[in-house]
């Protein structure tokens, strides 16, 4: 007699892994002082549907992955380079949105 596997329909393997209240992205809690007066966050550990290729120079990624390192061994937080980058962005778009003229980021940019 030969034995007959059942295996799962295509609604069990391609169903949604999380109810509509889950899917919605929460709302992030500010990390590293990033929004506190604007309310600006990075986005943390969700899904991201958006996509931006940035070019940086080897000495800048080395940088980066040295902060990611050092975020890591003396601070206790585990994070990938996007999401240093992101909290990062969040930081410089809250302070220029805060101080305008005086933000570290337009000063940086004008160098």
Request: charged share 35%; hydrophobic share 35%.
């Amino acid at each position: 007699m030969v034995r007959r596997v059942s295996m799962p329909s295509a609604d069990d393997l391609f169903r949604p892994t999380s109810t509509t209240d889950e899917e919605q992205p929460a709302t992030a809690a500010p990390e590293m002082g990033a929004g506190t007066d604007t309310g600006r966050s990075p986005s943390g550990r969700v899904r991201h549907d958006e996509k931006m290729t940035v070019y940086v120079t080897a000495e800048e990624l080395l940088d980066i992955e040295s902060a990611r390192l050092s975020l890591r061994s003396r601070h206790g937080v585990a994070v990938d380079r996007g999401r240093l980058v992101r909290a990062a962005v969040a930081l410089a778009l809250a302070d220029l949105e805060a101080e305008g003229e005086d933000s570290r980021l337009l000063r940086r940019l004008r160098e």
